[in-house]
């Protein structure tokens, strides 16, 4: 007799069911461990130690981190199921904050939070919760996943709440994490996670949610930067389009493409005395070159070290919708497939397109993959940046 599917798509019954859930501390993971396991799933809550706020910023007092654990493993016992902490430090610093630092010396504007989801939390924890028996991961992200009636495989679609839909930061997610991965909130908008936060009872109801990146809450990204390489704060020239020199830079790690605030060269150009937008970022001769807003406008996308989540692109290209930005609206583009790499044709120019950022590729609502934008041109005056 075969055995019906469980809320996680599981033929198993909900006690036989292993689930590990990632729990940072927050409403969302833990309403997501406290509603697997009201539903009579084995849950096993894993929160990672990612990081020593205090010793990254050189500063005594600073850790905000272990608060979060502290909250994940009070839901533990409150509800009753094991819950583990495990140090991933070292892997943290590996493969999330020394790139995080690297791609500012770089010129690039890197994001942290994809990064560590294509690795330490989906790569490294992936192998924990298979090493525990889990059927399956949890976590409080709000995306979708949903099986494809006719191929039986699991897409990423964008969450219900467009407010709350994290899509864009979990691009890098392979077929293979998909299949193991659940994401229980993806049909969820976060007024409900509350609602049913304050249900169970949990401690973390009217938790507030992170704003910042996770080890640099206060924003202040330079001095994490900083404290790892000392020199990101060698002083440059900021120079116009033809070279001019219009001042001085205190380092290239404080400046981002289609930058205009905090440049401190005063004054703009043209007769209007328009302001000066940063149009790349050189570290090479480490210099910031400066220009009016329309230097800064691409139609045309560079993007390596890509994810496919989609094995169906044809090789002339395929109309799609992209997001440059989180917290950019998607916008209509075509995209072309060569090999580990892509290109991405807008439909319309964008401005302030920063290398070191993700491009990520929609069809309707279901996420086709994307990449980590490396080079992008005008078409119309073949400008590079």
């Known amino acids: 007799m075969s055995i019906a599917l469980n809320s996680l798509g599981i033929a198993k019954a909900p006690k036989d069911t292993r689930v590990v859930v990632a729990m940072s501390g927050g409403v969302d993971s833990s309403v997501t461990a406290a509603l697997l396991h009201e539903e009579g799933y084995d849950v096993v809550g894993v929160t990672l130690q990612l990081y020593d706020y205090g010793k990254a910023v050189d500063r005594k007092g600073a850790c905000c981190a272990g608060q979060d654990i502290y909250d994940a493993k009070r839901v533990a016992e409150e509800k009753g199921f094991p819950h583990y902490v495990l140090d991933y430090e070292d892997n943290f610093k590996d493969s999330v904050m020394t790139d995080f630092v690297d791609s500012y010396m770089n010129g690039q504007t890197p ?40 191929t039986g495989q699991a897409e990423l679609h964008r ?49 507030p949610d992170s704003q910042d990146i996770c080890f640099v809450p206060n924003g202040d990204y330079a001095s994490v930067v900083k404290k790892i390489k000392p020199e990101a704060e060698k002083t440059g020239n900021i120079v116009d389009m033809n070279g001019r020199i219009m001042g001085e830079h205190e380092g290239i790690i404080h400046y981002t493409v289609g930058q205009r605030k905090g440049l401190k060269i005063g004054g703009g150009h043209n007769d209007d005395n328009s302001p000066f937008y940063v149009v790349r970022v ?14 800064l406008a691409r139609d045309i996308i560079h993007i390596n070290d890509c994810n496919w989540l989609a094995t169906d692109i044809p090789d002339e290209g395929l109309d799609i919708t992209i997001k440059l930005r989180s917290v950019s609206p998607a916008s209509s583009a075509k995209l072309f497939i060569n090999g580990e790499n892509a290109e991405i044709h807008l439909s319309a120019p964008q401005f302030g397109i920063a290398p070191g950022q993700a491009a990520v590729c929609y069809n309707n609502d279901r996420v086709l993959g994307g990449g980590w934008i490396v080079r992008t041109e005008n078409s119309q005056i073949a400008l590079a940046a």
């Not at 294509?118 to 790569?123: A, H, I």
């Not at 509350?194 to 169970?200: S, V």
């Not at 050189?282 to 230097?295: F, R, Y």
């Open 159 to 207: 969450a219900i709440d467009n407010g709350k839909d994290q899509s864009y930061f979990l691009f890098a997610t392979t077929q293979d994490q998909l299949e193991f991965l659940r994401f229980p909130l993806g049909s969820w908008t976060k007024d409900k996670t509350r609602e049913h936060a304050e249900r169970l009872g949990l401690l973390v109801c009217n938790k």
């Open 282 to 295: 050189d570290p090479t001769s480490n210099e910031v070159i400066v220009g009016p807003k329309e230097a």
């Open 111 to 150: 994001i942290p939070c994809v990064r560590c989801n294509q690795t330490v939390k989906f790569r490294d924890l992936f192998k924990v919760a298979q090493d525990l028996g889990a059927d399956c991961m949890a976590t409080g992200h709000y995306i979708k996943r949903v099986i494809n009636d006719e």
